[in-house]
Structures are given as structure tokens and as C-alpha cells.
């Protein structure tokens, strides 16, 4: 079955970038979508298709796929971007969804 | 909009069944795709399967083939998640989530339930 793989934890000063990857086997045949989940909150999109933001989520919030490795970039982090963050496609091998493992997000 | 309104919190005994439900608020699931995905504490997200019930058609992650049914009730806006043969590795915060068939199935999950608190224990 399709792997995603992601970093267990990835920490940020504000104001800096925060890049989170996503590493799959060929991931850039696939489309990558990629979800913020807060404490005790359900996940909600913030990028889709790869690059695209739905309406709603900051410009800050930026998206990239190529080779092996999706990565979703956080500009100008700010306290309230502290979450988890998870990497998702559909395997078309297995018809499956699959998530990364997530990463998440500290904000020092 | 759609707004996706799960049941409650469930306390079950190992080897029961739980059968948790997904209702669609102010609208139908006639346009979507609905998959549960499961939260165990401090893990991640793992897709267990969907139904479309345009097509009448599921698909089960492997992992849960045997163990999970996934149901709908038209006439209520209703999908069901029925997963029998409990074990304590199953409680976990039971999310529906749904994919708008325009972008079926390369597509992402726009909505997502509040989660339902699924506890296994003896």
C-alpha cells in the first residue's frame, strides 16, 4: 500500500517559515491535499490540489509537489498556526485514501 | 450549507458492535461521497472506508474488511459506521468526512463531522 511519510514535529519562530513535507513515491503523480487539525477540534483543509487554498485560509499558506516530496509552507507563522498538519491522497492502486502520519507544528 | 451532525460519545464492551452515525444538516448526501476516518489518542488519521450513496457503492479500507459496514438512510440524510468485533485498540474519535463527487476520487475531504468518542473497555 501507498506510504506518506511526514516529520514528527517541525518547530518555528514566529514571524519565519515553516515547511512541512510529505514524502510518497512518486507523489507528484498524485494530487495532495493537507489539513490543520487543532486540539480537540476535526480536521479542516487549508491547501488542496497540490497549491490551491480554499477560501478562508491565509495566503500564508502555500503549497508545492515534485518528485518524491509534497511540502506545505507556512509564511509569517503566527501562534494560532500551532497544529497538527496532515498530508493526504488517494492511492489509485488500492482505490484507498491515505494520510501522513502528521506533523506537527510548534510555534517557540 | 451542509453541516455534517454526528451521534454521541459510546462506551462499549470488547467484542460488542458500535454503529455511529453521520447526518446531513441542511442539505442531502446525494452530491458526495462520505468516508469515516478514525482518530485513535495521540495517533493520526486512518481512512476506513466509504459509501456513495448516489451509486449505492462502498469501499473498505483493507485493513477493516469484515469488521466495518458503512450504511446509508435516504429518507434521513443519514450514513451509519458499524463496526463489530471491538477491541481496545478501536477506541478512537470516529470522524465522517465527505468528498464532492465533481472531484471524486482524486478529491479532498471539504467536510467533516464533529467526531464521535468511541471507548473500548472492559
Known amino acids: 500500500s501507498y506510504v506518506l511519510t511526514q516529520p514528527p514535529s517541525v518547530s518555528v519562530a514566529p514571524g519565519q517559515t515553516a515547511r512541512v513535507t510529505c514524502g510518497g513515491n512518486?507523489?507528484?503523480?498524485?494530487?495532495v491535499h493537507w489539513y490543520q487539525q487543532k486540539p480537540g477540534q476535526a480536521p479542516a483543509l487549508v491547501i488542496y490540489?497540490?497549491?490551491d487554498r480554499p477560501s478562508g485560509i491565509p495566503e500564508r499558506f502555500s503549497g508545492s509537489n515534485s518528485g518524491n516530496t509534497a511540502t506545505l509552507t507556512i509564511s509569517r507563522v503566527e501562534a494560532g498556526d500551532e497544529a497538527d498538519y496532515y498530508c493526504?491522497?488517494?492511492?489509485?492502486?488500492?482505490?484507498?485514501?491515505?494520510f501522513g502520519s502528521g506533523t506537527k507544528v510548534n510555534v517557540l | 450549507q451542509v453541516q455534517l451532525v454526528q451521534s454521541g460519545a459510546e462506551v462499549k464492551k470488547p467484542g460488542s458492535s458500535v454503529k455511529v452515525s453521520c447526518k446531513a444538516s441542511g442539505g442531502t448526501f446525494s452530491s458526495y461521497a462520505i468516508s469515516w476516518v478514525r482518530q485513535a489518542p495521540g495517533q493520526g488519521l486512518e481512512w476506513m472506508g466509504e459509501l456513495i450513496p448516489m451509486f449505492g457503492t462502498s469501499n473498505d479500507a483493507q485493513k477493516f474488511q469484515g469488521r466495518v459496514t458503512i450504511s446509508t438512510d435516504e429518507s434521513t440524510s443519514t450514513v451509519y459506521m458499524d463496526l463489530s468485533g471491538l477491541r481496545s485498540e478501536d477506541t478512537a474519535v470516529y470522524y465522517c468526512a465527505t468528498i464532492s463527487l465533481a472531484s471524486h476520487p482524486n478529491g479532498y475531504f471539504n467536510l467533516w463531522g464533529r467526531g464521535t468518542l468511541v471507548t473500548v473497555s472492559s
Open positions: 490540489y497540490d497549491t
Open positions: 493526504q491522497v488517494w492511492d489509485g492502486s488500492s482505490d484507498h485514501y491515505v
Open positions: 512518486n507523489i507528484a503523480d498524485k494530487s
